[in-house]
């Protein structure tokens, strides 16, 4: 019988298909992309291994484009055509810039946000950005092993609107479907798991590249609210390259000034090498070549580098306070720290937030990677990957179910309501009789079970449906509500590939109030409409029995003699008359009658199909390895009496 049912075969309890998703996170100086893979979120490498992309773009001379790492060679040899940290400019026009920018390429002045002057032309920090996205999701996909159905891309929680939508277009620009923008200290409380943790104020240390920022978050039933920001846009794990860089100079007796624009380079790489293995090591050698060949080093401890840029540090820590203070919060109140940022690797800046707040701080995660990993875990959810529906996000919520009309006037729920938004979700479904070329898709709005008790938003047809018997075709059915709250329905046949879709704005129209009336109305009808679906799908269930045993009759009523046939009649007979009242069980009755009553039947059109199919083969040619099209057929004409 299962073939026959028009709403979805026993399909929603099986796991659908998992979607491909991507956390990235579009950092100022580097940049990673991860995906929850076999249940874990993992950032996806490139193929020489790298976690880390820079985020770096240059524009070569032959007029080709390179990002990261290529292109991070380049910044110093071809400065002008070569792009970093294009994050500071997005969604910027000059004024919100002042004159505070020391770039090694050209701005130009735009109304809309600044361009870089570039010999590809004047660039936008929105294609820059897009370049850098289009490099992570081919990594992604070519690692993942198909196509992207969204990505979730982080940006820091003070960003402003221009900023985020300039993210996202530079993401559209990128052919990525942005699942959501989310805050990058929220994606790192996400990837501690502090959603599932006691709810009270968190506070996140983000020491990146060239910036710092501190937010506060509050979490509260699993939702986080960001309560303030700060920090310095100027301060970061860069300057303590420039201290130390100073600090060579001086014991050297060198001045600054009188570098090379090479040596200066070359020294600063070294002083950035030194401050990393420092991370590790309790002394470390700064060695480089001044342009003479004269090779200099210079030992260094982890106590005088400590002393060099407690400076550095102390400000970190003001700027914390500050933070505090603004949202009158004091170091006790907080809950929980989160370390973000390559930079925090340093020993002595993990020590002073631990004396700060009298507590260690979270820094189990790798502090590069724990942005785009909390970015991926929140991606993961939006597809719709995770299989409880109880650890959502409370975020942009779909107000009310969203589902079609199957047959006998019911709905079924597609979407759930409350669901997170953006989501897809698909069904399939299939025809309800023989030949059918058709199919009517109603949307439906509403908690309701029956069709007349909910919101009709849409209807559309999917035509040419190849003839098949019923039940035996499958029209996959997808719902998309995307972050705006824009469903979008299409239907397609999985064999022929036709397909319709509409679109429509679900909620367009019904006040706060309509919606919460439909919710009332849905709880208190609740027990009515179970009767009523009931007797609808008893009713559908009579139909189709009617309509495949008259179809049978039809075709193999010669099987039957007069007496045989009068008794499959009469149960026919009795069906129709049962169907029309509203007895759930005596309709039951009756479906159960006529069913056993027909099960001669079906036996003979077995044996006849049977002998129809090996007419005229030799037995030794009729091996069973039909083709499962071949199979099916049989199937499918065996069950049209069944
Ligand atoms: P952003 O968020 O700005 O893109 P990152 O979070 O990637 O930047 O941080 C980059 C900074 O982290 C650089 O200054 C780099 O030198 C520093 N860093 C990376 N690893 C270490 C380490 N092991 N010890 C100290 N600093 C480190
Ligand atoms: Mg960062």
């Not at 401050?275 to 982890?302: I, Y």
């Not at 975020?395 to 309501?417: A, F, H, W």
Request: proline residues 3%; contains cysteine; hydrophobic residues 45%.
């Amino acid at each position: 019988m299962a073939l026959f049912q028009i709403s979805e075969p026993g399909l929603s309890a099986a796991p659908h298909e998992h979607r491909l998703a991507v956390g990235i996170d579009l950092g100022t100086t580097n940049s990673l992309v991860a995906s929850v893979i076999s249940g874990s979120a993992e950032v996806i490498l490139d193929e020489a291994g790298n976690a880390i992309l820079p985020s770096v773009v240059h524009y070569t001379e032959s007029g080709d484009v390179r990002v990261g790492a290529k292109a991070l060679e380049e910044a110093s040899l071809d400065a002008k055509n070569t792009v970093s940290s294009a994050k500071r400019l997005i969604g910027r026009t000059m004024k919100d810039l002042g004159n505070v920018e020391h770039v090694a390429y050209e701005l130009v002045d735009d109304p809309q946000m600044v361009r870089i002057k570039t010999r590809a032309g004047d660039v936008s920090p929105v294609e820059v950005s897009a370049e850098i996205l289009k490099t992570l999701a081919k990594r992604a996909s070519d690692r993942l092993g198909g196509d992207l159905t969204g990505a979730v891309i982080t940006v820091p929680a003070y960003f402003d609107d221009a900023q985020r939508q300039a993210t996202k277009d530079a993401a559209r620009l990128a052919n990525l479907s942005v699942l959501r923008l989310l805050n990058e200290p929220t994606a790192a409380a996400l990837a501690y798991g502090l959603d599932n943790e006691a709810e009270g104020v968190y506070l996140v240390y983000d020491l990146g590249g060239g910036t710092f920022d501190v937010s506060l978050l509050k979490l509260t039933q699993g939702v986080f609210e960001v309560l303030a920001t700060g920090g310095n846009s100027a301060l970061g794990g860069d300057d303590f390259d420039r201290v130390l860089f100073q600090a060579v100079c001086q014991s050297a007796g060198i001045p600054a000034a009188s570098l090379s624009a090479a040596e200066s380079r070359r020294l600063l790489s070294a002083a950035r090498s030194t401050k990393e293995a420092l991370t590790e090591a309790d002394t470390a050698e700064l060695a480089f070549t001044l342009d003479n060949g004269q090779a200099m080093a210079v030992a260094l401890s982890r106590t005088d580098f400590n002393a060099l840029t407690a400076g550095l540090v102390n400000e970190t820590l003001q700027a914390v306070k500050e933070t505090l203070r603004e949202a009158n919060l004091t170091p006790n109140d907080v809950k929980g720290v989160v370390m973000v940022g390559g930079a925090t690797r340093m020993p002595c800046v993990r020590e002073a937030v631990a004396a700060l707040f009298g507590r260690e701080p979270l820094t189990g995660i790798d502090p590069d990677r724990v942005v785009a990993m909390g970015a991926a875990m929140q991606a993961n959810k939006l597809a719709g990957n995770t299989t409880g529906d109880d650890d959502w996000l409370l975020l942009d919520v779909t107000p009310l179910s969203l589902g079609l009309e199957t047959m006998g006037g019911l709905v079924e729920k597609v979407i759930p309501r409350n669901s997170a938004i953006p989501i897809a979700r698909a069904q399939d479904f299939t025809t309800f009789k023989d030949g059918q070329t058709a199919m009517a898709i109603h949307v439906l709005q509403g908690e309701r079970e029956l069709v007349d008790a909910c919101r009709s938003l849409a209807r559309f047809e999917l035509r040419g449906i190849p003839p098949m018997a019923a039940g035996a075709a499958r029209i996959r059915v997808t719902f998309q509500v995307d972050a705006d709250g824009l469903l979008s329905v299409s239907a397609r046949e999985m064999k022929t590939g036709v397909e319709a879709s509409i679109q429509v704005k679900p909620s367009y129209g019904l006040t706060d109030e309509d919606i919460v009336k439909m919710l009332q109305d849905g709880n208190a009808g609740a027990e009515a409409d179970m009767h009523a679906r009931e007797l609808r799908e008893q009713q559908v269930e009579a139909q189709r029995l009617l309509e495949s045993t008259h179809s049978a009759l039809e075709a193999d009523g010669d099987l039957l003699d007069a007496e045989e046939r009068q008794a499959v009649d009469a149960l026919v007979n009795a069906l129709a008359t049962a169907a029309e009242g509203d007895d759930v069980a005596t309709i039951k009755a009756a479906i159960d009658a006529l069913a056993k009553g027909t099960d001669t039947l079906a036996e003979r059109r077995m044996d006849r199909s049977i002998r129809e199919a090996l007419a005229g083969m030799n037995i030794d040619d009729a091996t069973f390895d039909r083709t499962e099209e071949e199979a099916r057929k049989i199937d499918d004409h065996l069950n049209g009496v069944k």
